[in-house]
């Protein structure tokens, strides 16, 4: 069965600290990947997503990702956070045959202290 | 203009009562969710449909029955509620592709309490 597992539950960084966020996946076939993100008492938003091409793929807010396929990895990285970044992070995979169904990674608590 | 909009945003109720959550994209999209996401935060897929018919359906209680009267619209009917019901349903759409490059749109949550 496909699985989303995402390695950091809780981080805390100062604000200007740099931010990557690990997600991996289990699954052999191809693959669309997907960073959500959640701010306190709001829905989910897309921060960006790979479908194929350009395995770094930039996406809003400064964040970016890269899509590992060696290594069934697509980390979140932002060099420099804010306090405005506090959220609920998620790694979602929607793979081939499944009709858009996504599958979470369990998500990550990210404070930024100011 | 909201994409994907869910009412009520919050729902409190008593163990053992139905209720409903609607929902309506106003994207197009022809393919429709229901997402539970509970306590952790963790979040589950647990229904999808398709120009109106039902092509996905998790491991869920079947007091669980989502309507879908349209490819606008999908509802959840919840029967005889229980305290384990309580968490956040989202509901998002999105547009199926033969390429599959779909994104999916996810409306605000319904806060679901059941005391």
């Known amino acids: 069965a496909q699985s989303v597992s995402q390695h950091n539950h809780h981080v805390i960084l100062s604000e200007a600290a740099s931010l990557e966020l690990g997600c991996n996946y289990s699954?052999?076939?191809?693959?669309?990947l997907f960073w959500y993100v959640q701010y306190p008492g709001q829905h989910l938003q897309l921060l960006l997503k790979?479908?194929?091409?350009?395995?770094l793929v930039k996406g809003i807010k400064g964040f970016e990702a890269e899509f590992i396929k060696s290594k069934f990895s697509f980390n979140l990285r932002k060099p420099s956070v804010q306090w405005s970044d506090t959220a609920e992070y998620f790694c979602?995979?929607?793979?081939?045959?499944?009709?858009?169904?996504?599958?979470f990674g369990q998500g990550t608590t990210l404070q930024v202290k100011p | 203009d909201t994409a994907v909009s869910q009412t009520p945003k919050y729902l409190v109720t008593q163990m053992g009562n139905d209720k409903s959550i609607k929902c309506e994209q106003n994207?197009?999209?022809?393919?429709m969710y229901w997402y539970k996401q509970d306590s952790k935060k963790f979040l589950k897929i647990m229904f999808s449909?398709?120009?109106?018919?039902?092509?996905i359906n998790e491991t869920v209680p079947n007091r669980f029955s989502p309507k879908s009267p349209d490819k606008a619209h999908l509802n959840l009917h919840i029967n005889s509620l229980e305290l384990g019901d309580s968490a956040v349903y989202f509901c998002?759409?999105?547009?199926?592709?033969?390429?599959?490059?779909?994104?999916?749109?996810f409306g605000q949550g319904t806060r679901l309490t059941v005391v």
């Open positions: 998002a759409s999105s547009q199926e592709g033969s390429d599959m490059n779909t994104e999916a749109f």
């Open positions: 699954y052999g076939g191809t693959v669309n």
């Open positions: 790979y479908f194929s091409g350009d395995p």
């Open positions: 979602a995979v929607n793979a081939f045959g499944n009709t858009g169904k996504l599958i």
């Open positions: 994207l197009g999209h022809d393919t």
């Open positions: 449909y398709n120009n109106k018919e039902l092509i």
